[in-house]
């Protein structure tokens, strides 16, 4: 695997959403996260029938933050990773989001886990509540 790729580093929310309708009126289907004890790679394909690969070492990984998008009518749970490259940003709507975030705290140890964090962040509603899960 080699560092972070920027074509999927952050993008803005309005960005995402509009390309989310989008590939689902195509029926293009959505991000997947991929993952094991070297590290992870977010798979998104797009309209024009293109596939954008994300990886990351969990060595590179500096730091893990949690969040909340308000979305308008909803919340949207989501998590950077951060690297010397720039940040990856998941959110609980990928495929393979409850089996990551059940294993980081064994892939990066010292990752608090999804118990202890989860109700920070969802909680108030529509609230950020930024809470640090992992850092070096």
Do not use: Y
């Amino acid at each position: 695997m080699q560092g972070v790729k920027t074509d999927l580093i952050r993008p803005h929310w309005r960005k995402r959403l509009a390309a989310r309708f989008k590939n689902a009126q195509r029926g293009v289907p959505g991000p997947v996260i991929q993952f094991d004890e070297a590290g992870m790679t977010l798979i998104a394909w797009h309209v024009d029938d293109s596939e954008t690969k994300t990886e990351l070492r969990w060595n590179e990984v500096q730091g893990v933050v949690a969040f909340k998008r308000d979305c308008f009518a909803l919340d949207l749970i989501c998590m950077d990773f951060t690297t010397s490259d720039g940040a990856v940003e998941l959110n609980e709507k990928m495929d393979g989001w409850e089996a990551l975030t059940d294993a980081l705290p064994n892939l990066l140890p010292g990752t608090t886990s999804k118990e202890k964090w989860w109700g920070k962040v969802a909680q108030p509603p529509f609230a950020a509540n930024p809470t640090i899960l992992f850092s070096r």
